[in-house]
């Protein structure tokens, strides 16, 4: 009996250690390559958010880090932005709180799980906000994927969904996030299955399983967080309500600019009879000389015409000066034949009255004490007082009653209208178009601003009295144009077409009056000195003297437009 207890325990301690040796000799167990069940247990809450708790069940040991990454922003074709928002996450086996690490990024919410080696599946919780969307019909559907970015692959993806209410719509989608297709099935809203139910097998890691709920909004409130995303088509969109509020601003503005140009920058109505500024006076059988009413001067006439003070009507001052007696015209000899032209002012005693702005220009040209002025110099000379003619030149209109207001005043007034408009229309397009839709409605106020500027040029308007002289000055023009030349007094042709220059230089036909000046000269002699009011080079005769004005008047012009 001894012999046979003692041979059984040798033979027991045999098989242990064998046993053990074997243990040691066999392969540790292998991570699980792939989650074999992945099953959602998730409730709707009538407030719109969306209870999820994930049962993940492995095949095999659990691996040593398990990460799902949650997208929280969804962007649509029609420029809008969902966020998503993931709170009370957590992460237990067996009970155990396995210290989930959650980290948010501009669109997604990762969740990394370490399993600190648990053989048991692993239970991850959470909360979705934003997930509940207002839906047409005064509905709010609920759309989430319950499986999205899993670290690994799942071979079985099962989700029941508890609802506050009756649902409209279910719907499922399971495949590559960018373009997911058929779940395998689904169910639920039925008598045999009421509870909505979602199923799918294969999916790799990556893959979604999107599960969509329809309710009313009684049942369930929507709690989306949406936003646009700024483009330029977006913030100059063409849609019918911004379209339409740009044309209407554009119309209605367009019609105020209209009302206010009729209104304000008219000219009041013409009396019957024009009122004339000069003439051409029969003195006998077919003779007839240039007179000027009421002392009007060439400078006033251009003013009058264009509503501006331009080089022009003082070239044509400047002439009127010297044809009255007050200045002369001296045309200096070339220092070469390449060499421009150039000519200089000498002061004369004048008798006739000078008005101020005749005064300030004489004075600035020609000083009553100093150095004559070359043509070539006048941009220093004229440049420090031209503001001053200017301004006295307008208030001679003025005074005149040929305008209510100075018309620079008025297009100044306009202007800065126009230009604080233009700047509050950017600022206002900049703001529409940064956080709105109607940056179109911008643009129009823009184009409006510009309008204004544009019509600011047009604003001045003549009084009844300016508005006859204007018709008078188309009679004169008229006269200029067409009078025969050959019909001025015999004797005192070359005053007369020297009288007519200034004002034809304004308001047109200079070149047939200089012609004529030109035809006059009926000898080979130089008529160096013949003007009074124009001297030149021993070798000049009165037949250049149209190329010699014309030169004189296009150097002066640029002179004073270069200043």
């Known amino acids: 009996m001894g012999v046979t207890l003692t041979g059984w325990r040798r033979g027991a301690a045999v098989a242990v250690g064998a046993v053990a040796i074997l243990a040691c000799l066999a392969p540790p167990a292998q991570a699980a390559e792939q989650v074999s069940s992945y099953a959602v247990k998730a409730t709707v809450n009538t407030d719109g958010t969306l209870a999820v708790v994930a049962t993940i069940t492995f095949d095999g040991a659990a691996p040593s880090d398990v990460q799902q990454v949650f997208d929280t922003t969804t962007r649509t074709a029609d420029r809008l932005e969902y966020r998503y928002t993931l709170s009370d996450v957590t992460a237990t086996s067996d009970g155990k709180d396995l210290g989930a690490r959650v980290s948010t990024a501009a669109t997604t919410t990762t969740v990394d799980v370490p399993t600190a080696g648990t053989t048991s599946p692993i239970v991850l919780g959470y909360t979705v906000h934003g997930a509940a969307l207002a839906t047409p019909e005064d509905t709010t559907t609920i759309s989430w994927p319950l499986l999205q970015g899993l670290n690994l692959p799942v071979a079985t993806f099962d989700a029941e969904v508890a609802v506050p209410a009756l649902f409209t719509l279910i719907d499922c989608a399971a495949g590559d996030p960018s373009a ?63 379209l339409g509020i740009a044309l209407g601003l554009l119309v209605l503005g367009g019609l105020a600019l209209w009302a206010a140009h009729r209104r304000i920058g008219r000219d009041a109505a013409v009396p019957a009879a024009p009122t004339l500024v000069a003439e051409f006076a029969p003195v006998g059988p077919g003779q007839s000389e240039f007179r000027v009413r009421d002392g009007i001067r060439p400078g006033e006439v251009g003013t009058l015409a264009d509503e501006r003070v331009d080089p022009l009507d003082v070239t044509a001052t400047l002439l009127d000066l010297a044809v009255r007696g007050h200045l002369r015209i001296t045309e200096l000899s070339r220092e070469s034949a390449h060499a421009p032209n150039d000519w200089t002012f000498a002061r004369l005693p004048g008798t006739g009255a000078l008005l101020d702005y005749e005064r300030t220009l004489l004075d600035a040209v020609a000083p009553v004490q100093g150095e004559p002025v070359r043509v070539s110099n006048l941009a220093g000379s004229v440049g420090a007082v031209i503001g001053q003619v200017q301004s006295q030149l307008y208030d001679e209109v003025v005074e005149r009653g040929w305008f209510a207001r100075r018309p620079d005043s008025t297009r100044n007034q306009w202007g800065l209208l126009g230009w604080v408009g233009l700047g509050l229309a950017v600022l206002v397009t900049i703001l529409l178009a940064a956080f709105t839709s109607f940056g179109l409605a911008g643009l129009a106020l823009v184009a409006l601003a510009l309008g204004v500027l544009f019509v600011a040029q047009e604003m001045p308007a003549r009084t009844a009295q300016g508005a006859s002289v204007l018709a008078g000055l188309d009679v004169l023009r008229g006269s200029l144009l067409t009078q025969p030349v050959d019909t001025l007094p015999a004797g005192r042709g070359a005053h007369e077409l020297s009288s007519i220059l200034p004002y034809a230089i304004v308001l047109g036909g200079k070149e047939r009056w200089l012609q004529a000046v030109a035809d006059s000269d009926d000898d080979g002699l130089p008529d160096s000195t013949d003007l009074d009011w124009y001297h030149a080079p021993d070798t000049w005769h009165l037949a250049d003297l149209p190329a010699s004005l014309a030169n004189f008047v296009t150097t002066v012009q640029g002179t004073l437009f270069s200043r």
Not at 204 to 215: K, M, P, S, Y
Not at 227 to 236: G, T
């Open 180 to 242: 997911p297709g058929a779940c395998t099935y689904y169910s639920g809203g039925t008598h045999d299955s009421p509870t909505p139910t979602f199923h799918h097998e294969g999916a790799t890691a990556g893959q979604v399983v999107v599960a969509t709920l329809r309710f009313p909004s009684s049942a369930v409130a929507a709690n989306q967080d949406v936003r646009e995303i700024w483009s330029l088509d977006r913030a100059f969109s063409a849609a019918p309500l911004p």
